[in-house]
């Protein structure tokens, strides 16, 4: 049941493509919880994903923005707040994309041109729009600006190759730019490492159905859907978390604070009896 914690608040989110996305479920719950929103997405992902249908669903507006493109960015913060009528409350970055990891190849063999654009792509972006946004004073103070990331940037986790490294990254521009938009406006920059999340993005990962299970036997909770961590997104876009930045927060049912799972040591038990 919503209880209207965003009415009012009007945000932009970045990166949803499908009713698997993260982005896609935090877009219908803002909607629910009484926000406006923008939604953007790469020209090439718009033509690929169903953005339209979820524009239409939460009476949102489309801005197509590549998140590699300072113009880009800036035409989005600019358009959308003549949208909203001033400034915003709220962003949601989700977005990330290797090609190393489209093109199956293997990190100690990493192509860095194309690690590069995963970084590019993947981390920068962060950095890019939150530069925006402090720049044209986009973000009203106590704002908030959430991204998402995977435990990979401080574990590895073979096959998710470069995304990890990129992460780690993502994390750290959350930090450090965090503290410098609080200084500034009081906006606040958090980073979410969700469970492993059965979306187009994190299915074309490697060995992801591995991961996937591995994190489900291992979590106390299980692994976090789509959907709380949409919810999750909500409540860091609220007033409840005011004084919650520069903080990577783990949203994975207890995944990362687990060593070994009483399920893992009855399955390799039972493997070497």
Known sequence: MAHQILKG???IIFGALDERSIAWK???AAHAEGAEIVLTNAPIAMRMGKINELAKICNAQVIAADATSTPDLENLIQKSMDIFGG???FILHSIGMSPNVRKNIPYTETNYEFFLKTIDISALSLHRVLQVAMKADAIKEWGSVVALSYIAAQRTFPG???MGDT???LESVARSFGYYYGLAKKVRVNTISQSPTLTTAGSGVNGFDVFFHYAEKTSPLGNASAEDCANYCITLFSDYTRMVTMQNL????GFSGTGVSKMIVEELQKANS
């Open 9 to 11: 608040k009007k945000g």
């Open 26 to 28: 935090t877009a219908l």
């Open 87 to 89: 400034k915003m409350d």
């Open 160 to 162: 998710y190759n470069d």
């Open 167 to 169: 992460k780690a990254i």
């Open 250 to 253: 783990f949203h994975d049912g």
